[in-house]
């Protein structure tokens, strides 16, 4: 019996993924890194920031999927819910640590006041002033990550309620935890399987309404945990990403194993957040500053922040000449996904990613002083994931060995048939030569007994007067 690669990944209770689709067994991992401001004064009076990476912060991370439902039109929707736990032994720090960092709060309604009039840009910073708002503060990793408390968002969230995403704490992290990434309704692959794991809808939206462009807007890909069987090297990896508003598409790097596993490498390619007038494609994306860093302003209130791989790689050098500390790697700072192309199932992942915040002096707001307009690292994450133990040893059995088996016992197979008929030609071609050699001898044996008779005879009978008689020749 032969295993089947798109009967195994199709989302149904009866293949042998589904478990893994529902409940991922897979340990990801969410490896945070922060960047410390060594000179915020300095920053205030024009100068360029210095920063030092702190970290990683390393959290595990659960994923679960929550309110499965199929539908008719070979579709399945699902809510999956993340939750993450600190990880001290893997990390390089504490959750007390503490971190000088931009008030994003205070920055970036700052430079989102910029064109409002200046009576407004006063009051705002009168407000600032009363509840002891200043443009950098000191605070803890855990503070930063899932939020703390501030007189100024409880004054906000009184008066103009729906204002912020966040109800009574703010953090870079705080809407990531016990929550999920939104309604996803893809495809199961059972009736039409070229659409297996496709997304066909994410909070009921074919498309989404962020971007300035139809394809900009486009819904392409998968949810970003499992790809279409059979893939090649032409395969265009993508996936839609909530967190990023976007779909991301990565391209074919190389071949590859993964603990005996074969793997397709994908990476993103160098134009992944490149601006509109390096990438005509990604304007829709703008108002853009240097390319290599995508705004994202549009799906989030507004506010200047900025998507980008991490220390700016493969980003404007000017954006890394502006902030003293940033130092872009290849192997640090590049994304991949290391695909199994029989079954699109990921062995080993890692998707790392930068928010940064876009600062400046605002005239009218005494808080943002003479901060010289730079985009300003916050944090850059690496969420990753590698199959590994009893997963990857079932993983194998099922999906690599077993297949790898039956089509050598096929094989065998083959050749034990065609040795069988070399056999049988062999046993048949020698009974015919052993027919032929008893016929010939019949026949000759015959034409002498035949010669000998007729001699016989010719003794028995008188010959007629006048002839000769003859020796008979044998």
């Given at each position: 019996m032969k295993i089947h690669p798109v009967l195994n990944v199709r989302i149904n209770p009866s293949s042998l993924s589904f478990e893994m689709w529902k409940e991922i067994p897979i340990p990801f991992y969410l490896s945070v890194h922060l960047f410390n401001v060594l000179n915020p004064d300095e920053v205030l009076k024009g100068e360029k920031p210095r920063v030092e990476e702190r970290g990683p912060y390393v959290y595990r991370e659960y994923?679960?999927?929550?309110?499965?439902?199929?539908?008719?039109?070979?579709?399945?929707?699902?809510?999956?819910?993340?939750?993450?736990?600190?990880?001290?032994?893997?990390?390089?720090?504490?959750?007390?640590?503490?971190?000088?960092?931009p008030n994003v709060l205070v920055l970036g309604s700052?430079?989102?006041?910029?064109h409002k009039p200046m009576s407004m840009k006063l009051l705002m910073s009168l407000s600032f002033s009363m509840f002891g708002q200043r443009a950098f503060l000191n605070r803890t990793v855990g503070e930063i990550m899932w939020g703390y408390s501030d007189p100024l968002i409880d004054l906000l969230n009184k008066y103009f309620p729906g204002l912020m995403p966040f109800k009574d704490k703010f953090g870079l992290f705080a809407q990531l935890?016990?929550?999920n990434s939104g309604l996803f309704n893809v495809f199961t692959g059972v009736k039409d399987f070229s659409?297996?794991?496709?997304?066909?809808?994410?909070?009921g939206k074919t498309k989404l309404n962020f971007w300035n462009s139809d394809q900009c807007n486009m819904i392409n890909g998968t949810s970003g945990q499992m790809w279409a069987p059979f893939m090649t090297p032409d395969y265009n990896l993508q996936f839609y990403s909530p967190e990023a508003c976007?779909?991301?598409?990565?391209?074919?790097?190389?071949?590859?194993?993964?603990?005996?596993?074969?793997?397709?490498?994908f990476v993103a390619p160098d134009t992944l957040f490149a601006n509109g007038s390096v990438y005509p494609p990604n304007e829709g994306f703008c108002p853009c500053l240097e390319s290599g860093i995508q705004n994202m302003s549009a799906c989030q209130l507004n506010a200047p922040m900025f998507l980008s791989q991490p220390h700016f790689f493969n980003a404007d050098p000017v954006l890394v000449e502006s902030v003293t500390g940033l130092?872009?790697?290849?192997?640090?700072?590049?994304?991949?996904?290391?695909?199994?192309?029989?079954?699109?199932?990921?062995?080993?992942?890692?998707?790392?990613?930068?928010?940064?915040l876009y600062m400046k002096s605002i005239p009218g707001i005494g808080q943002t002083?003479?901060?010289?307009?730079?985009?300003?690292?916050?944090?850059?994450?690496?969420?990753?994931?590698?199959?590994?133990?009893?997963?990857?040893?079932?993983f194998y059995t099922r999906l690599v060995l077993m297949p790898k088996l039956i089509q050598y016992l096929q094989y065998v197979l083959n050749a034990v048939g065609c040795l069988f008929i070399i056999i049988t030609l062999i046993l048949v071609i020698r009974n015919q030569g052993t027919f032929f050699l008893f016929w010939s001898s019949d026949k000759k044996v015959s034409k002498n007994s035949e010669a000998i008779q007729s001699y016989s005879e010719?003794?028995?009978?008188?010959?007629?007067?006048?002839?000769?008689?003859?020796?008979?020749?044998?």
């Amino acid at each position: 019996m032969k295993i089947h690669p798109v009967l195994n990944v199709r989302i149904n209770p009866s293949s042998l993924s589904f478990e893994m689709w529902k409940e991922i067994p897979i340990p990801f991992y969410l490896s945070v890194h922060l960047f410390n401001v060594l000179n915020p004064d300095e920053v205030l009076k024009g100068e360029k920031p210095r920063v030092e990476e702190r970290g990683p912060y390393v959290y595990r991370e659960y994923r679960q999927k929550q309110n499965i439902t199929f539908h008719d039109n070979d579709t399945v929707s699902f809510l999956e819910y993340r939750t993450f736990e600190f990880q001290p032994h893997m990390s390089h720090g504490s959750e007390t640590d503490y971190i000088v960092m931009p008030n994003v709060l205070v920055l970036g309604s700052s430079v989102m006041m910029e064109h409002k009039p200046m009576s407004m840009k006063l009051l705002m910073s009168l407000s600032f002033s009363m509840f002891g708002q200043r443009a950098f503060l000191n605070r803890t990793v855990g503070e930063i990550m899932w939020g703390y408390s501030d007189p100024l968002i409880d004054l906000l969230n009184k008066y103009f309620p729906g204002l912020m995403p966040f109800k009574d704490k703010f953090g870079l992290f705080a809407q990531l935890n016990n929550s999920n990434s939104g309604l996803f309704n893809v495809f199961t692959g059972v009736k039409d399987f070229s659409k297996i794991h496709l997304v066909d809808r994410w909070n009921g939206k074919t498309k989404l309404n962020f971007w300035n462009s139809d394809q900009c807007n486009m819904i392409n890909g998968t949810s970003g945990q499992m790809w279409a069987p059979f893939m090649t090297p032409d395969y265009n990896l993508q996936f839609y990403s909530p967190e990023a508003c976007r779909s991301l598409s990565f391209k074919y790097e190389k071949s590859g194993e993964f603990k005996g596993i074969p793997t397709f490498r994908f990476v993103a390619p160098d134009t992944l957040f490149a601006n509109g007038s390096v990438y005509p494609p990604n304007e829709g994306f703008c108002p853009c500053l240097e390319s290599g860093i995508q705004n994202m302003s549009a799906c989030q209130l507004n506010a200047p922040m900025f998507l980008s791989q991490p220390h700016f790689f493969n980003a404007d050098p000017v954006l890394v000449e502006s902030v003293t500390g940033l130092h872009p790697n290849k192997d640090e700072h590049s994304l991949f996904l290391e695909v199994h192309p029989v079954t699109g199932i990921p062995m080993n992942c890692s998707v790392k990613l930068q928010i940064s915040l876009y600062m400046k002096s605002i005239p009218g707001i005494g808080q943002t002083g003479k901060i010289n307009p730079v985009v300003l690292p916050l944090v850059w994450f690496e969420e990753r994931g590698a199959m590994e133990g009893q997963t990857l040893s079932v993983f194998y059995t099922r999906l690599v060995l077993m297949p790898k088996l039956i089509q050598y016992l096929q094989y065998v197979l083959n050749a034990v048939g065609c040795l069988f008929i070399i056999i049988t030609l062999i046993l048949v071609i020698r009974n015919q030569g052993t027919f032929f050699l008893f016929w010939s001898s019949d026949k000759k044996v015959s034409k002498n007994s035949e010669a000998i008779q007729s001699y016989s005879e010719s003794l028995m009978t008188p010959a007629p007067n006048g002839t000769v008689l003859q020796e008979a020749r044998l």
